[in-house]
Structure formats: structure tokens, C-alpha cells
């Protein structure tokens, strides 16, 4: 079977599809667009062609137009939207003492499926946590590592506050999960070079959904680096042996609302040859 189909009737052979493809597998013949030498074997199942594609006259064996969203000019923001909306994203640290809605965050997740990654593998995972007695064990665990660590590696330690946080944990302060009802972590397998990009570029686009339904995020850091170590927490997530976690979220429906966004330094900006 060959690895796309034309209809041509609507192919106006202007040669867009062959332009944009990434891996450059599609030749332009005198009836359109064919396989060029190993397109099957290169193709990197990106949909670049199906998409481009303005008269919707090229299918893929595995994605054909009508599976494709229809980008709706009308429904894209302008500048000023997208700096209002960056701009506005806060870190969330209190949240609701209410679950999050699964349907919600399953949908957060499918768009945050979109993001980018390198040639187009999509490896990254998801592991989801939203029962808060799992997210506060989750944030002992990292206390242990800490109490570990303030033992052991002072020297990693000190600078990290982990003494403190281990103290204020002692007097009921979460400040490693902040209580939130819900962790996501992102993780892929390691043979995947470009695994820890995915999946941070797979995390900025979940945090950057997740207003949309009323929800609010933080990185949670002490919890990454904590899962990269400490044996009881990796027995916990029990992720594939040969998986890394590269970054986890902290999810919940915020406490409050910030009616201002503040200031931040300007770019640091060279162009180079000036």
C-alpha cells in the first residue's frame, strides 16, 4: 500500500506539500505529488502534508483531511491576545481543597499531546495522581530524600533549604506539594534523546491549557529532582525500568485569582553580527 493517495480531482499540483515536508520524501511528478525514494522508511508520521495541503486533496495512509482539525482563522488570537494570555499565566501554590475533574484534565492532557517534539516520536507519558493522600506521600517521600540529603550531601542540601523545608514539614506545612489535590508527571523512555525537551515542552503546553478549565499549575521541582534518586519514590511511581521522569506539575482548582501581572526583566537580546 502506498504511503499516501492524492486525489486528483482537487490536486492543483502547486507543490506545497513537497516544500513542507520536513523529511523531504515527496517528489512532484507530472500527474502531482509521489513517493520519493524511502518515504516510507523516513516518514516521520508528522501530517505536515495532510495539513498544508489547501484543497484538502492529500491523505496519508494513516490521517486523511476530515480526521484533521480545521484551523478556524477567526478563533486564533492576535498579538495583543497571546501577550495577555502569557503574561497573565501565574504559578499556582494554593489551591481548593476540591478534586480535579478528570474529564477536564484528560482534555488538558490531549491538547498538551500537541507540543512539539523531536521528529515528531511523541514519546512522551503521562502519570497522573489525583488522590490528595497519594500526592501527600508522594511529598514525604521527598522529605525523606531531604532529611537524606541534609545528612549525607550538606552541600546540596544547604543551598536547596532542605533543613527547613523538613522542619516546617514536621510543623504541617507542605511547601514540596503544596497540598495540591493532583501531580502530573511527564516522563519517556531513555533512548529517546530528545526525552527531557518532550517532555518539558509536553508540560509548558498542559500548563498553558489548563486555564482554560479553570484549573492552575506549578512546577513541581523538589519532586523531579527527588524522583531522579530516591529509591522509594521510584518504587512508588513504578515508571518502566528504562523511563526517566523529567519534570511533574502540581494541579488543583486555584484559591485565587491575580487581577495584575507583573513586571519582568526585559529580553536579554543580541543579534549577532551588530
Known amino acids: 500500500m502506498s504511503l499516501f493517495r492524492i486525489d486528483r480531482d482537487q490536486c492543483d499540483k502547486d507543490a506545497i506539500c ?36 489547501p484543497k484538502g486533496a492529500f491523505s496519508l495512509d494513516f490521517l486523511s483531511p476530515d480526521q484533521c482539525m480545521a484551523v478556524e482563522k477567526e478563533r486564533l488570537p492576535d498579538a495583543g491576545q497571546v501577550e495577555h494570555f502569557l503574561r497573565s499565566r501565574r504559578s499556582v501554590r494554593r489551591y481548593k481543597d476540591r478534586p480535579v475533574p478528570r474529564k477536564d484534565l484528560e482534555k488538558a492532557l490531549e491538547i498538551a499531546g500537541h507540543a512539539p517534539s523531536g ?18 506521600q508522594v511529598a514525604g517521600l521527598v522529605i525523606d530524600w531531604m532529611r537524606f540529603m541534609v545528612r549525607e550531601k550538606p552541600e546540596i542540601a544547604r543551598p536547596m533549604n532542605m533543613a527547613i ?9 507542605d511547601r514540596i ?8 508527571f511527564a ?41 531522579g534518586f530516591w529509591p522509594e519514590l521510584k518504587e512508588m511511581l513504578s515508571l518502566p525500568p528504562d523511563h526517566t521522569c523529567h519534570g511533574a506539575v ?9 487581577p495584575r501581572a507583573p513586571k519582568r526583566n526585559a529580553p536579554d537580546i543580541r543579534f549577532h553580527g551588530e
Not at 521528529?119 to 501527600?136: A, C, G
Not at 523545608?165 to 506545612?173: E, K, N, T
Open 165 to 173: 523545608l523538613a522542619r516546617q514539614w514536621r510543623q504541617g506545612v
Open 250 to 258: 502540581m494541579v488543583g482548582v486555584p484559591r485565587f485569582r491575580y
Open 119 to 136: 521528529s515528531n516520536r511523541q514519546p512522551v507519558k503521562w502519570l497522573v495522581m489525583d488522590k490528595k493522600e497519594d500526592v501527600k
Open 177 to 184: 506539594c503544596r497540598d495540591a489535590p493532583c501531580l502530573v
Open 187 to 227: 516522563h519517556a523512555a531513555n533512548e529517546v534523546g530528545s526525552a527531557p525537551a518532550d517532555c518539558h515542552i509536553a508540560l509548558s503546553y498542559l500548563e498553558l491549557a489548563l486555564p482554560g478549565f479553570g484549573l492552575g499549575s506549578c512546577w513541581a521541582g523538589y519532586v523531579t529532582y527527588a524522583a
Open 18 to 53: 513537497a516544500v513542507e515536508c520536513p523529511a523531504g520524501i515527496i517528489e512532484m511528478g507530472p500527474q502531482g505529488p509521489k513517493p520519493g525514494p524511502g518515504a516510507t522508511e523516513f516518514c516521520i508520521q508528522c501530517g505536515h502534508c495532510v495539513a498544508i495541503c
